[in-house]
């Protein structure tokens, strides 16, 4: 019974002393905190800090500007290259906005009828990447469709051993499909889609993707690839409208 008492009065012992630890602890902490806070407090709101902090704000705003632009001119020495080998008439953009959700896939640009954009012309990035499709036209903008809208389809070649022709429908996650391939048609990982030139002012060669998948279709006997567009359009704010040359 002796025993048991020393062992109870012990395990009271260590019990109490946990407590208080804690609480001298928790003090102790407050106590060295509270003149850190009051010190960094102080230390912001001295003006040299301000300055110091609005200086660091302006040159990260000018490394941003001067990178945007670096990207900017590079896209548009690449889009300039692909239309004067192609002997293509363009119209320059900007993207002022954009729709992104499940069902759409828009952005509206800066140029519209008085510059010769038509409803269907092709938008292209880099070196005659196509992107979209002009859907609607006013006097000084117009609206693009992305070509992973579920509602576009685009007439596309694949540049494989067959040239094989089909239409690539936008899905979700900015991805396309390329339906109804015959089972017996050869296709790659990595073959490139190129457009066919079978849709009205869309011209043939324009870059669409890269095959990343070829699966059977569900229930139906023709295979499925999935294309994987070459560039994500909403990482650009610099488009190029192919417009139809005036005669």
């Known amino acids: 019974m002796k025993r048991r008492a020393r062992l109870s009065l012990i395990v009271l012992i260590i019990v109490f002393l946990l407590i208080f630890a804690r609480g001298w602890f928790e003090r102790g902490i407050q106590i060295v905190q509270r003149p850190l806070a009051r010190a960094g407090t102080w230390f912001y709101k001295q003006p040299n800090f301000l300055e110091v902090e609005d200086k660091f704000v302006s040159l990260a705003i000018d490394k941003a500007k001067y990178e945007q632009l670096v990207r900017e001119n590079q896209e548009l020495k690449d889009a300039l290259n692909y239309i004067e080998r192609s002997d293509l008439s363009s119209v320059i953009a900007t993207v002022i906005a954009r729709s992104n959700t499940v069902q759409t896939s828009t952005f509206s640009i800066d140029r519209g009828d008085q510059d010769g954009i038509k409803v269907g012309d092709p ?85 669409v993707g890269i095959i990343n998948d070829v699966r059977p279709e569900q229930n139906a006997p023709f295979l499925e690839a999935i294309i994987e567009p070459l560039v994500d359009s909403r990482l650009h704010t610099l488009v190029n409208i192919l417009i139809q040359k005036q005669i």
């Open 123 to 207: 938008v292209i990035i880099k070196d005659g990447v196509l992107v979209g499709k002009i859907i609607s036209v006013t006097q000084k903008s117009s609206t693009v469709r992305t070509l992973a809208d579920p509602s576009v389809a685009t007439a596309v070649s694949l540049l494989n051993q067959s040239q094989t022709i089909g239409v690539a429908e936008g899905m979700t996650g900015n991805l396309l499909k390329l339906k109804f391939i015959p089972q017996e048609t050869k296709i790659d990982i990595n073959n490139l889609v190129v457009t066919s030139g079978l849709e009205p002012r869309i011209p043939a060669g324009l870059l």
